[in-house]
């Protein structure tokens, strides 16, 4: 049936439209009202609620933990004993055991090891006390290397001893060793001493350096003789070690041509054949 969309039986329609609609709203509110009711009041909601937040919290906070935390650090009762012991608890403390390394019985322990006393201590010699005028008191420490006094030792012109005169106002005994290395090569000390006399006019020993020693505890002094002019390298007092050079060969003084002239003497002051003690101590 279709009805009017104007006049009086329009608005009759539309009235009894809004009444059925009315009459369907109200059993729906009925309903809402119904359930409304049935809901247990915010008092008695409040302890349940209260747990289910708890318990939500704790399931929070075990998440974050064993996620966040080393499995180590989790478990370290357990593992605690493992890796520190053996350790002994007494209330607040904790004292750890002293620990001990079993050796096997057939383990062969190191000499230096097995004991100190199979090593001996020997004393250094003393010094050599030896009296100057030039130079005052000396402390002569031991030389414990022995050298030739030029790089040539085997050339020479004349040894220790008699001989015939070479010259005019020359010793028909000859109180040192000639050696010929060659005009202006090295002269060396022979070995660790101090030298007591460095001169340039040693009259017929020319410019000459003497230098004390300490051999095996026996004062031993050597004089080198006829060296150039302006070559010397040390002075009275100063302390030498073996091969060191201290001049130059050359001819100064009463010398027939360059060469070194090696005088040894103790300390008698008795001079004596240096080739020969040389050749039988030389170590370098």
């Keep these: 049936m279709t009805f009017p969309h104007s006049g009086r039986r329009a608005a009759a329609r539309s009235r009894a439209a809004v009444r059925g609609t009315r009459s369907r709203v109200r059993p729906a509110n ?39 935390v080393p499995a180590l650090a989790v478990s370290v009762s357990d593992t605690t004993a493992s890796v520190y012991a053996p350790a002994q608890y007494t209330g607040d403390s904790v004292e750890l055991e002293p620990q001990h390394i079993e050796v096997a019985s057939d383990v ?13 201590v020997e004393a250094a010699p003393p010094p050599l006390l030896s009296q100057v005028a030039s130079v005052g008191s000396i402390s002569l420490i031991e030389s414990d290397r022995i050298v030739w006094p030029v790089l040539t030792p085997e050339r020479q012109s004349d040894g220790f001893g008699p001989r015939s005169a070479p010259c005019a106002g020359c010793s028909t005994v000859h109180d040192g060793v000639d050696f010929n290395p060659g005009n202006g090569t090295p002269v060396m000390a022979i070995a660790d001493g101090v030298v007591v006399l460095a001169t340039a006019s040693g009259g017929g020993l020319g410019v000459n350096i003497e ?6 505890g026996t004062l031993v002094t050597s004089s080198y003789a006829h060296m150039q002019g302006g ?54």
């Excluded at 937040?53 to 933990?65: K, T």
């Excluded at 230098?211 to 095996?216: D, E, F, L, S």
């Excluded at 073996?242 to 027939?256: H, L």
Aim: aromatic share 6%.
């Design 108 to 120: 062969v322990m190191p000499a230096a090891v097995a004991g100190a006393s199979s090593y001996a």
């Design 211 to 216: 230098v004390q020693h300490n051999i095996a």
């Design 30 to 68: 009925q309903a809402i009202r119904a359930a409304i009711a049935s809901v247990p009041p915010m008092r008695d909601l409040l302890p349940r609620r209260s747990g289910l937040v708890l318990l939500g919290l704790g399931f929070v906070g075990a998440m974050v933990v064993s996620s966040s």
């Design 231 to 284: 070559s010397m390298t040390v002075g009275v007092g100063d302390h030498v070690t073996a091969g060191q050079q201290i001049g130059r060969v050359g001819t100064t003084g009463q010398s027939t041509g360059p060469h070194l002239h090696l005088e040894m003497f103790g300390s008698d002051g008795v001079r004596f054949d240096g080739f020969a003690w040389l050749a039988m101590r030389v170590t370098g």
